[in-house]
């Protein structure tokens, strides 16, 4: 069992940033990826930013420049910076882990709301 808490969303006017924090407990080391998921009202799911064990990093074409995925060993928390915020950026941010090896992720935290004023 993996238990994620997101914390650091907000309002912010388009232009400023944000860091948002997720926390993970419970059996860390049965964690071969983490990520960071959107989703906006009105529209599907999607992955913003990812790592995997071994660094490989992903990041969906929208936030490639202006976002970046890091982690805390020691803290076990996971990162998103958001720089240069948009208002389409404007969603409920999920942080998920993937104990699964088939890329799937299979634990979720609660969200957290992120809001980019115009």
């Known amino acids: 069992q993996v238990q994620l808490v997101e914390s650091g969303g907000g309002l912010v006017q388009a232009g400023g940033s944000l860091r948002l924090s997720c926390a993970a407990s419970g059996s860390i080391a049965a964690i071969n990826a983490m990520g960071w998921y959107r989703q906006a009202p009105g529209k599907q799911r999607e992955l913003v930013a990812s790592f995997t064990r071994d660094d490989n990093t992903y990041y969906v074409d929208s936030v490639k420049g202006r976002f970046t995925i890091s982690r805390d060993n020691a803290q076990n928390t996971v990162i998103l910076q958001m720089n240069s915020l948009k208002p389409e950026d404007t969603a409920l941010y999920y942080c998920?882990?993937?104990?699964?090896?088939?890329?799937?992720?299979?634990?979720w935290g609660q969200g957290t709301q992120v809001t980019v004023s115009s």
């Open positions: 998920a882990a993937d104990t699964t090896l088939s890329g799937r992720y299979d634990y």
